[in-house]
Each structure stands twice: as structure tokens, then as C-alpha cells.
DNA sequence: GCAAAAGTTTGATCCAGATCAAAGAATCAA
DNA sequence: TTGATTCTTTGATCTGGATCAAACTTTTGC
């Protein structure tokens, strides 16, 4: 396996926080794993025994009802971390969107290494405040918001994101991106069906706030129109 | 101001991790707080500058569009950590729902005492973890359930809280209890209106699976009825 | 104890988004 | 290149929950 001195994501993954010679250590208990699209990494209700990075690809966290009703309840970018450390059981289902390569460590190393460097406990503890600020964002927009405000929400948040990925240097929002998965699950993020993700596209489209070259490819034409359609609160 | 040994959920708080000398200090630099039912602790888009413990009463988290449609994203009970450390906004409104007393913190002096103290800084991961789980759990709720999923899920899980804040040594979830708000509040935490959740209950009270003897109260008379109704993730 | 205010229930109606159905597009396998 | 598969769009219809409206209940203040 080779260093962390390669990996794209040293600086902006939690790993950011060790020196070299931590980072060895790190290296010697982590494995670099790669997952195929639709692969699920791990199953709601399993045991909890391994954490990861994602080097690269995208995947998402779902939560589900047993007549298969499914909600995405968040996505994991490079440099995210996944997987549930302090707790014995994962409450969501982590699986590939797209190709993907993680750093994979087992809980116990991890949380063993954790407890001795308080560094980057710091830094899981500043991400995972992060997400809970970004879930819960989300439960407005699952809650109380129109399919067209979701829809404009979440492709003004999925270009910010897109931005982060792309470029280091460069934290401007692309206009024009495509999107690592299709409209079923689309329909997942947004707690909408199918269809009306389509429609609320196609609205958009034919006003010209949007193209859509490819099937997943987004072009954003009117930035400001979208954001007054995404009702972002204030 | 008295000092934490007389405090009633020193234990199950993020302080039960510090020793007695530990908490001479915390208790140095912290302040009780009283905040009348309605009280508007800090505001989202706030300067983040406190940081505090619930001692006593229960606060809402809510995120609000600029219309005024509201959803209510966390509750906070007694022993709960509320505020944003590692952070110079906060993301959501806390209020306090009834009358309620916290112990409070200056960010910067509560992030200083958790720097140099990693047992403190462990136990807020760990919450934070967890309220992470469930706003994860909330989502599916907020995005895929049913109104009357949607009042099963709810009962059921004050049912559990309740248990939590009365009694220590008994974790069973009581089968009645009172609840904290109002029909609106629990419109705005489940994502529907008024109207919805009063005709909800209604319901659930002629099926005979509950009993409402008062505008706050709720007896659960039938369990496992309740938890089929719920529909819970497997 | 009584009026005013606030919160809740109930009824009637409406509509955004779901469901059902089928026709395109794109992708894939041989 | 063609047929099969999968995904997406579009259309027609239905319905769960919203909206509008009004009556009822509880709480509050004097």
C-alpha cells in the first residue's frame, strides 16, 4: 500500500491534522480499499467495525422503510469521513454512487489512534459538527419546503459542492457540473418521487435557469433566478 | 453561584467525564442561566459566543424560511449540550419551550477548558455523534413517512424521551407523559400543519391506541398498535 | 366570574405532488 | 446493428394533506 504522501486528500481529510510521523503510524493500520459503483459498504444495523476516508468517488447514506421507501440522508465526497466510531451498531446503509477508493481503518485501530492524538479527535469532532449543521438544514427543506425549492436548493448546493472537489485553489461554485447519480436518486435526496423531479427540471429548463446537455449534466444559467427559487433562509 | 456537586445532571452530562478538581475549574467559568418559556437563547446567523447545559426544561432547535414556515430540527432536554463551538455562527434558533435553567459558557472559555481537557472534548464527540444518528433518522421521517407515520413515530419517541428525564434508575419509556408544546410545535417537528396533526390524533384517540385527557397529555393505551403505526426501519 | 385571547378541533374544499400508464432516449450486450 | 434493458420524460388521473373557515375549549387577566 502505498504512503499517505500521495494521497490527494491528505490535507483536506482529518488526517490533515497528523505530522509525518503520525501519519506513518496512520498508514500502517489503514488500507486502501475501492469500491464499484452500487456497492454498499456497509448495511443499516450492522456492527459497527470500520471507518474509512473517501479518497475518491462519491457515496451515500441512506435510511430506509421496509416496503423499500428510501431516504438519501447524506453523501460522502472525497476526504469525508464515514462510518460510526464510539457506538456499536451503524444506523445508515453507506454505499457507492460512483467508482469510489477510501482509506479503510478498523473502529478499534482508529478509535485506539483517536484517543491518542487528540489532534485529530479534534478534527472528526469539527467535521461531525459540520454534517449535524448540514442535516439539519436539510430536515427544513425535507420539511417544509415545495418540490421547486427543493429542486433549486439542491442544485445550488450540489454546485458548491462540485466546486470543492474540482479545484483546491479555486472555492467558486461551478455552473456547470454533472451530477454523480440519476433522477431516482435525486428523488431520494429531496423526499420527492421520480417524476416530479423531471417535471420540476424540465420547468426549469424551459425557463432558462438551467440547460441539461446529458442525462447528468447541469448547467446553471441563471445563478440569481435560482437562488430566489431555493427560498434559501436568511 | 452553587457549584456542580449539587447539580442534578452533573452525571449524565458532558461534565460527569471531569474530576472534582476538573469541575472547580468548569465551574469557574461557568454561569447559571434562567430562561423564561418563549426565550430566545441565541439566533440562527447569531455570533457564536455561548455554549451551554440544559439543566432544566426543554429547548427547540428551528430552522425558519423568511415566510415563516418553521421546522423544528433538535429538542433539547436536560443534560443536552447546546451552541456551536469551532464555529462563528450558529445555524439554527434555540428557544426555550417552557421555563428553563442552563449552565452556561463563553465559547471561548469552554473551548480553551475542552482543549486541555480530552476527556470533556471525547464526551461531546460522542453526543454529537449521536445527534447526528438521529437528525439522520429524522430525515427519513421528515421525507418518506405518512401523516399518521409520521404521529405514531413522534408518540413513540417522546414516550422514550419522557423515560430518559425522569427517572434514572428506570429506562422503561412510559406509557403516559406530558408533553412539553403545543399542537403547532409538533406540526413544525413533524412537517405538517395544525389541522393535520389535531385530526391525526383525533384518530388515534377514537382507534382507541391512545387517550388525550389533557390538551398536553397523552396516554399510550396501546403499544404495539402505536409501533405498527410507526412503521419503524427494521 | 366574565370577557378576551390563545389554542384546538372539525368541516368543506382545493391543489401539489403522488400514482398509474405509456412512450421516448440512452446504454449495453452480442 | 439490433434488440433488450434501463432510465427518463410526458400525460392523465387521483388523493393525502394543505388551505380556508368557523365553532369550540382552555387559559388569562381583571
Known sequence: M?????????NKAICGSLDDGELQIMNRIGHKQVLKAGQTFMW???????????IDGVLKLTNSLDDGREQIVGLAFPADFIGRPYQDNVKHTVTALTDTQICSFSRNGFEQFAHDHPNLEHKVLERTLDELDQARDW??????KTAAEKLATFLINMSERSADSSCATNFMPQNQFSLPFGRQQIADILGLTIETVSRQLTDLSKKSVVDLPGKRDIVIRDRDALVALANLQP
Open 2 to 10: 502505498s504512503v499517505c504522501e500521495d494521497c490527494v486528500v491528505r
Open 139 to 144: 430536515m427544513l427543506l425535507l420539511g417544509r
Open 44 to 54: 443499516e444495523g450492522d456492527e459497527s467495525t470500520v471507518v474509512a476516508n473517501v
